[in-house]
């Protein structure tokens, strides 16, 4: 199975949402990686076939999406950022609803309901009331419905938004043990997430895919160029306000800052192991002296 994006492209008035974007997904999880707004969500709704691209492609094994219809629906288990929900139905209702909706037999939805309740931790809620359910709940509960169709291809957008730490690492297992066979696509901004469970990562930026690779071919974008620094407290934020600074911690009264530059910020700063979220920190600064620049590595 291979999903192939040619040089997909949304305009809106002046405004480009999302800029000849081209890639190859076979089986396995990919991450989209991005700052609110980098487009990643509009790239996602035109994968699914929601939204019609202004130029540009989504095949499925050389056939366009657009024209396979049903069938390619058939194949796509979705979450959207916002996933819509009936408030006074219990988890399970709801799930029993959306089978019906996807034309999923009876019996056969009631076991696959039964196993998604119990694989995403909402058996002991399936029978309370969606309104009564957490922000992480809920969230579980989007997930849920993405996979009631045993999908061969699943889009997630913002999947662990919401959840707590435990959740989320529950989450990475369940795509880890679920991408055997199928294609996931799932974006964030959660470096952590995407770290832990994509094979390839795709960085975005203003509409356009700025680099991609292994997390390890990514993390190599930035290496020799990470680097710690121990400073007095009072000179901390005058440090922050100068470099792009990707960390602090506290260390016997003094400030110890991760910085990211092309160049020894100090005489007594040391070169340190670089991250992914060094290389996306590059892109999208955190303090105030970070300068975004898409030539930055």
């Not at 291809?153 to 066979?181: C, H, M, Q």
């Not at 190599?220 to 620094?229: H, I, L, N, R, T």
């Not at 121990?230 to 911690?249: L, Q, T």
Request: with cysteine.
């Amino acid at each position: 199975m291979e999903l192939s994006l040619d040089r997909l492209t949304k305009q809106y008035g002046r405004k480009i949402a999302v800029d000849h974007v081209s890639a190859v997904l076979s089986p396995g999880v990919y991450g989209l990686l991005g700052a609110n707004g980098a487009g990643k969500t509009t790239l996602m709704r035109m994968i699914c076939g929601i939204l019609e691209p202004t130029s540009g492609e989504v095949f499925l094994n050389g056939t366009p999406i657009l024209e396979m219809g049903a069938d390619y629906r058939n194949l796509l288990g979705y979450l959207p950022q916002d996933f819509g929900y009936y408030p006074n139905y219990t988890g399970r209702e709801f799930l029993a609803y959306l089978s019906v909706l996807k034309g999923i037999p009876k019996k056969k939805a009631n076991r696959k309901i039964t196993e998604l309740l119990e694989m995403t931790g909402l058996s002991v809620e399936a029978k309370k009331k969606i309104k009564t359910y957490s922000g992480g709940m809920r969230q579980r509960l989007g997930i849920a419905q993405a996979l009631l169709n045993d999908p061969k291809i699943l889009i997630l957008d913002e999947p662990t938004a919401g959840l707590d730490p435990k959740e989320r690492v529950r989450f990475r297992n369940l795509i880890t043990d679920y991408a055997s066979d199928r294609i996931i696509f799932l974006s964030t901004h959660i470096v952590s997430d995407i770290e832990a469970a994509a094979d390839r990562v795709f960085l975005m930026k203003q509409g356009r895919i700025l680099c991609q690779g292994s997390v390890q071919e990514l993390t190599e974008m930035a290496s020799g160029k990470v680097w710690e620094m121990k400073v007095p407290a009072r000179e901390a934020a005058r440090w922050e306000k100068k470099m792009n600074v990707a960390g602090i911690r506290h260390e016997e009264g003094d400030v110890v800052l991760r910085i990211i530059s092309e160049r020894k910020p100090a005489a007594d700063s040391m070169r340190c192991r670089a991250s992914l979220e060094d290389l996306y920190l590059s892109y999208f600064p955190s303090g105030k002296g970070g300068v975004e620049n898409d030539e930055t590595f």
